[in-house]
């Protein structure tokens, strides 16, 4: 079930050396594995949403990649040097859940250090206008909701022009208006040709804004494709009807393509590699099924698909 | 870097209760020690008396405690929030966050200095020889407060949260009592005088003494000093660096 970069087939737009090169990377803490051989390179111009279950190693490998932490094998390089260069270059523009902000100062003055600091900055009016900011410039960093304290971080990682833009759960705390400027604002960094990497937890803006999907599962890369891909991996259809009668599980087991069975009461719950020829083996058992539904899954449940699966064939190994 | 230095200077001179503390408390203390002791008088063997004494002692309490209490705890609270995290991110060098904070750190020392300098002067007549002697020691004091700048730093990246108080005010306390900051050292009973004197507060102290008499600071104060400052900055950068790789 595992795949490495080189299987995606996204819009061609791969061009050039790696923005982000992970190499057999490991990382454990104590006895917990938290990154195992992880293989990932990234490229300009993509925009990757990291997914996983909790504790999948999202955190351990953006904190890896950021250069916060030191891998206990492998190679971690960002445009071909280390983490930490790459960042003093101005090359890396991250946003993360555990950074802090500074108190005590205005928004302004926050943004307008982080300004200071990059190499290549944008004007401090111009980078608080994207960041949706410039009405709570005179505020104290320290009185601020969650939503606009993510905004400021958000400001604080767009400061210059960046090639990279790292960003754990970032719009974690907006409401639906600033997430949607968020990502639009996103987008065209993206668009510039910049690399976007973000870890999210919010499968619908995988599914609507990245071209390219990696699901982590315990610290290895279990998938990595297009969001259409990761579907089509996980058992693409989900099939549900009634049965009237006896219902017999072991003999809809047997249909031709399932991935999984589900009964509850009357109602069948099945996800198939196959719709057709699956509904089709269904009335070939003489079964009459009634209120027949045949969609296609959405980017969470393959995803629980694909992690349920990783974790079932764990177990059995 | 400056935008960062004139942020960290101008957030610690908004802060009214540990620039109070900083500056009024040393000259405060200093009143109550000297304030009714004699101006010609003698202290033990150290050729000055006592409102001399306590002037250099009381400058160089306050110059600590600007510099090592309030280093401390910010760090460690600013490491907890993960501000110091965040530092990271951007291209600032590692040491940039560590000298933005001794440089906020040496903007309160002075006045706090002064200030003792100021009430020694005025109330209980202090007065040198020379000019130069004000300046000179000044200058030392404020020099000399990089040590504990540094130790400061290295608090702060060894404990965090509730602890760090508690291990700032011990070491805090116990250096200035033990180097003599409080009490003349000549009051001592000698195994405690013969430990004192390698205290870096007793070399502290022991350098505005000197300047006071006239004179150069001795060689082996310095060094002491130069000693504790490289300590210090050592333990200060392995423990940063410790920081860095689970930060």
Redesign the interface.
Known sequence: MTTTGNTFTGDGRRTGAPVVSFENVSKSYGDVRAVADLDLQLYPGETVALLGPNGAGKSSTLDLLLGLRNPDAGRVELFGTTPQQAIARGKVGAMLQTGGLMEDVKVRQLVRLACDLHPQAHPVEQVMEHAGITEIADRMVNKLSGGQEQRVRFAMATAGASDLIVLDEPTTGMDVTSRQAFWSVMREQARQGRAVLFATHYLEEADAIADRVVVLHRGRVLADGSAAEIKAKAGARRIVFDLEGHISEATLRELPFLSSLEISGRTVRIQSHDADATVHAVYGLGLFPRNLEVAGLGLEQAFIAITDAATAEEAAA | ????IK?EI??TL??KKFMFFSVIYPAGLYLLIAGGASSTEVVGDSKLTLPLLMMVSMASFGAITAVLVGNSEKIAK?RE??????L??????GRGYVLAKIASAAVVSLPSIVFVFVIAAAVKDVRMEAAWQWFALTGAIWAGSIVFAALGVAVGYLATGDAVRPITMIIYFGLSMLGGLWMPTATFPQWLQDIAEWMPTHAYAALGQAIELGGAPHLKDVAILVGYLALFTGAATWLYRKD????
């Open positions: 870097m400056n935008t960062l942020l101008s957030r908004r802060n600013e929030k993960g501000w110091v995290r965040q990271r991110l951007t291209a600032l060098p860095t790789h689970k930060a």
